[in-house]
Antibody, heavy 120, light 108 residues
Framework: QVQLQESGPGLVKPSQTLSLTCTVS??????????WSWIRQPAGKGLEWIGR???????NYNPSLKSRVTISVDTSKNQFSLKLSSVTAADTAVYYC????????????WGQGTTVTVSS | EIVLTQSPGTLSLSPGERATLSCRAS???????LAWYQQKPGQAPRLLIY???SRATGIPDRFSGSGSGTDFTLTISRLEPEDFAVYYC?????????FGQGTRLEIK
């Protein structure tokens, strides 16, 4: 079955750019119709949707983060990526990637999450 | 932009009891694109319910969802020890997607 795995630096300095990758295994990122999302969760707090990319490459972002976020896909590597610029301590969180099939289904496959700390 | 408000914030119940969790949207959720997730400590969320009332694959039938428009409910008919966790609702009918703040279900 399809599995997702986040990867990237666990520590990022303030004002720098956070870069994470989600690798899709057990299936092709470009087959079928799916939304591929990034979600984050600060320690002890709730879930925040960051944005998504559709199989076709179109994107939607959370307005609260839109000016700093870029989500892209690399079909040759079966990966999609998140870049968040000008980070501050408030961006410290567990970052998850997740898949949602087009249609009524919710986010049915999630990565295990990766912790990113913003600190000098 | 749709805002989801979950209540109560914490629910204290005993195994075998019935749990009722509420999720209210600030505006109507398109096509009942409302999901419920369960999250245990140190784990990613798990999809329980989608389309307001459809159980995801492998989810026991003690979990049920209902509602439409702006008011949705997750019901757990008889609580098992493994059901004590945090539950989130999510709307995915319009962008930006949004999660509720969560309901913590704890053992009484």
């Amino acid at each position: 079955q399809v599995q997702l795995q986040e990867s990237g630096p666990g520590l990022v300095k303030p004002s720098q750019t956070l870069s994470l990758t989600c690798t899709v295994s057990g299936g092709s990122i470009s087959s079928g119709s799916y939304y591929w999302s990034w979600i984050r969760q600060p320690a002890g707090k709730g879930l925040e949707w960051i944005g998504r990319i559709y199989t076709s490459g179109s994107t939607n972002y959370n307005p609260s983060l839109k000016s700093r976020v870029t989500i892209s896909v690399d079909t040759s590597k079966n990966q999609f990526s998140l870049k968040l610029s000008s980070v501050t301590a408030a961006d410290t969180a567990v970052y998850y990637c997740a898949r949602r099939p087009v249609g009524r289904t919710g986010m049915d496959v999630w990565g295990q999450g990766t912790t990113v700390t913003v600190s000098s | 932009e749709i805002v989801l408000t979950q209540s109560p914030g914490t629910l204290s119940l005993s195994p075998g009891e019935r749990a009722t969790l509420s999720c209210r949207a600030s505006q109507s959720v398109s096509s009942s694109y409302l999901a419920w997730y369960q999250q245990k400590p140190g784990q990613a969320p798990r999809l329980l319910i989608y389309g307001a009332s459809s159980r995801a694959t492998g989810i026991p039938d003690r979990f049920s969802g209902s509602g439409s428009g702006t008011d949705f409910t997750l019901t757990i008919s008889r609580l098992e020890p493994e059901d004590f966790a945090v539950y989130y609702c999510q709307q995915y009918g319009s962008s930006p997607l949004a999660f509720g703040q969560g309901t913590r279900l704890e053992i009484k």
